[in-house]
């Protein structure tokens, strides 16, 4: 079976390959894929991966990955079609495909090796398979590039803020800077579960929470904005929606001069120091000048890399506002809080 050791080993080689060593490799999906088909021989299980393209689709190690699709059909057309032992096994994960795709939404399914009793064998493989979405979930999206950006990995130590991956002995972490909470945290499976309830997945469901303070309810709209704009197709459409979902977060009154004051909220919240926070304002003001030609080009925006720091950004802001849950009772407290850091 594909064990999460076999996926946390690779994502370890391929950050440090990308960071420490410098190499410039294939993507991560196109890397995982080739790793996938080297190591393993003969794959009779399918796990989801969460966060793809609904519209991808792979094929490697002579099976193929496939999107799911409202009819569980899909399912059994993807696996070898006309064998009474395929169509017997697809009818036993009927039942956990159904909560895979309520839970998940777009996703895709991967095949992976599997020995021993098929009743016993489908309840690991369904455990396993929403262990692997949470350690996957950020690697799949390529706008990203995993040379840069944090882990959500149980059992590791996390950070965020200022867009640099170190290595530690206990895995990899990113600097950062916290307003309020402490400099490193660390996940667990049930952690993890809070974060999908958040909506930081790329599902196509709404996520519906109820939380305790006006402001993490703030919180959960902003995730789920940010999931919106993150699975746009074009970069145009991704950076209108990011910017829309700052400036929910970031800005409090009507009339406020948004770009005079988002950036600078954004800065105080995850910039590191002086040098980090003045970068952050310089980019979100420059996502803002992309939008606004991309409003007066019909829609087309040139991908330079103030774009890819600009979804750094976002990425950095999604990992980081669930440390926020229950801090403040408000959303104009949280601002102040922030002017009154710019102050000090």
């Known amino acids: 079976m594909v064990s999460i050791a076999f996926i946390e080993d690779f994502i370890a080689n391929f950050v440090f390959d990308r960071i420490v060593n410098e190499i410039d490799s294939s993507s991560f999906l196109s890397s995982f894929m080739a790793h996938v088909e080297s190591s ?11 966060g793809a393209n609904g519209n991808v689709e792979f094929a490697f190690g002579g099976c193929k990955i496939a999107p799911t699709c409202p009819n569980f059909d899909v399912f059994l057309n993807a696996m070898e079609s006309g064998k009474e032992e395929n169509r017997d096994r697809a009818g036993a994960f009927d039942n956990k495909v159904q909560v895979l795709r309520r839970n998940y939404g777009k996703c895709l399914w991967i095949a992976v090796p599997q020995t021993g009793e098929l009743k016993y064998a489908s309840q690991s493989a369904y455990e396993k398979s929403l262990e692997i979405c949470d350690i996957l979930r950020a690697f799949i999206v390529e706008s990203y590039r995993p040379d840069r950006f944090a882990t959500l990995i149980p059992g590791r130590p996390y950070s965020v803020g200022d867009f640099s991956i170190s290595q530690t002995q206990n895995g990899f972490s990113v600097h950062e800077s916290v307003l309020p909470g402490s400099e490193i945290i660390w996940f667990d499976q049930k952690r993890l579960r809070d974060l999908k309830s958040l909506g930081l997945y790329l599902i196509d469901e709404p996520v519906k929470a109820e939380r305790k303070t006006g402001f993490d309810r703030v919180l959960l709209r902003t995730l789920e904005l940010m999931g919106n704009g993150v699975g746009q197709q074009s ?28 950036p600078k909220r954004a800065a105080m919240l995850i910039g590191a120091n002086l040098d980090d926070r003045k970068r952050i304002v310089q980019t979100i003001k420059m996502a803002y000048n992309d939008r606004s030609r991309s409003v007066h080009t019909g829609g087309k925006v040139a991908v330079a890399e103030h774009t890819f720091d600009f979804l750094r950004l976002c990425f950095t802001l999604t990992a980081f506002l669930p440390r926020l849950i229950g801090q403040f009772e408000s959303k104009e407290k949280f601002i102040q809080a922030l002017e009154d850091r710019q102050l000090a």
Do not use: N, R, Y
Not at 239 to 261: H, R, S
């Open 40 to 50: 393993i021989e003969e794959f009779e299980f399918w796990f989801p991966i969460s």
């Open 235 to 262: 970069t145009a459409q991704k950076v209108v929606l990011l910017c829309a979902a700052l400036e929910f977060l970031f800005c409090d009154k009507q009339g406020e001069a948004i770009v005079a004051t988002m």
